[in-house]
Nanobody, 128 residues
Framework: QVQLVESGGGLVQAGESLRLSCAAS????????MGWFRQAPGKERDFVAT????????YVADSVEGRFTISRDNAQNTVYLQMRSLKPEDTAVYYC?????????????????????WGQGTQVTVSS
């Protein structure tokens, strides 16, 4: 299994940027596809972005398209979420998640149930 620890959250003003990091340990990082989700108070956990094992395939939610980018460094066992032009509605706890699948799989995984391991979350607050 894999352990995930997020970092990089904080309080920013609208229009600013943040980069979240998720460090993985405990298993071979490149075995896993990775994702970012977020959850605002009183709301469900929503999909933000996902990346396959190699980093060659990524997909982001429509709500963050053009502003957020997901990437990974398999040598550093880390996945990143670069967030630009942040808006107050981006305020949430951001979670990193990992799941396993055959490397040949091209499925895009956007639901929490498709992920097996989760970090503890990092708070992102965007003020207007």
């Amino acid at each position: 299994q894999v352990q995930l620890v997020e970092s990089g959250g904080g309080l920013v003003q609208a229009g600013e940027s943040l980069r979240l990091s998720c460090a993985a340990s405990g298993s071979t990082f490149r075995r896993y596809f990775m994702g970012w989700f977020r959850q605002a108070p009183g709301k469900e956990r929503d999909f933000v972005a996902t990346i396959n094992w190699s980093g060659g395939s990524t997909y982001v939610a429509d709500s963050v398209e053009g502003r957020f980018t997901i990437s990974r460094d398999n040598a550093q066992n880390t996945v990143y979420l670069q967030m630009r032009s942040l808006k107050p509605e981006d305020t949430a706890v951001y979670y990193c998640a990992a799941g396993s699948a055959p490397r040949s799989s091209t499925a895009i995984r956007t639901t929490p149930r498709e992920y097996d391991y989760w970090g503890q979350g990092t708070q992102v607050t965007v003020s207007s």
